[in-house]
C-alpha cells in the first residue's frame, strides 16, 4: 500500500501506511515473541493464553513479510529449536506444520505428518542466510528429497511419516507453488552468491 501510495503521488497516505506498517511490526515483536522460549507464539488470546506450540507459521511470516530479518539472532535461535520440534517422530524427513498436528495425522507418536510447504518455507530460510555458495548444499539435497516424493509429478499435501505415501489432497496447487517458488529463490541467490564469490 505504501508503495502505490508513492506511485499515486498520495504522500500523507503512503506516510499513514508506513507508520501503520511499523505499528504492526511492533505489536508482533512485543507481543508474540516469547523471549524465554526463542521462538514466535502460534497464537495470542485477549484472555492472556498464548499457544506455545512451534509452528512453521509463525516461523515463516515474520521474515517473509519484512517484519523481522531472517539473518536476525532471534531467527536463527528460533531456526534450531523449530526443525528437532518439528521433525520429532518423522521417518522420512520434512517438516510437520506445527507440534501435535492432529489433521489426517498417521501416527500419534509424532508432531504430525510432514507437509511439503512446512519444509519448503523452512528451506527457503536456509536461501534467504546463505552467505556463500557452499551453503546452498544442503539447500539442494532438500530440494531433491521433495522431488523423491512427486514420483508421478504431483506432489501432494502432506505425506504418511514413515513411508512417505500421500496423505490428504494430491496434486495440492499450493505444494507446487512453493516448490516452485523455492527453486527460483535458490537460483537467483546461488547466482548471485556466484557472481560475488569470484
Known amino acids: 500500500a505504501l508503495n502505490f501510495a508513492k506511485i499515486l503521488g498520495k504522500e500523507d497516505d503512503a506516510a499513514r501506511f508506513y507508520l501503520e506498517s511499523e505499528n504492526v511490526k511492533r505489536a508482533i515483536m512485543s507481543l508474540l515473541w516469547n523471549e524465554q522460549g526463542k521462538f514466535f507464539v502460534k497464537a495470542k488470546e485477549e484472555n492472556g ?23 536476525d539472532p532471534r531467527m536463527k535461535e528460533f531456526a534450531s529449536i523449530l526443525g528437532p520440534k518439528l521433525r520429532r517422530g518423522i521417518k522420512v524427513g520434512g517438516l510437520a506444520r506445527y507440534e501435535d498436528d492432529g ?6 507418536n509424532s508432531a504430525g505428518n510432514p507437509w511439503f510447504i512446512s519444509f519448503l ?56 507453488t512453493e516448490f516452485v517458488r523455492t527453486v527460483i529463490e535458490y537460483d537467483k541467490k546461488f547466482d548471485y552468491l556466484l557472481s560475488i564469490n569470484k
Do not use: C
Not at 61 to 66: K, N, T, Y
Not at 103 to 108: E, G, L, P, Q, S
Not at 148 to 165: A, D, H, V, W, Y
Open 103 to 108: 489433521y489426517n495425522r498417521v501416527i500419534t
Open 121 to 176: 518455507w523452512f528451506i527457503q530460510y536456509k536461501i534467504e542466510i546463505a552467505e556463500k555458495v557452499s551453503d546452498l548444499e544442503e539447500v539442494a539435497r532438500d530440494i531433491e528429497w521433495v522431488t523423491q516424493f512427486s514420483k508421478t509429478g504431483m506432489l501432494s499435501e502432506q505425506i504418511n511419516p514413515e513411508n512417505g505415501e500421500p496423505v490428504s489432497a494430491s496434486p495440492l496447487t499450493r505444494s507446487h
Open 49 to 71: 493464553f498464548n499457544d506455545n506450540r512451534i509452528d512453521i507459521s509463525s516461523f515463516y511470516a515474520p521474515f517473509r513479510f519484512g517484519v523481522i530479518s531472517p539473518h
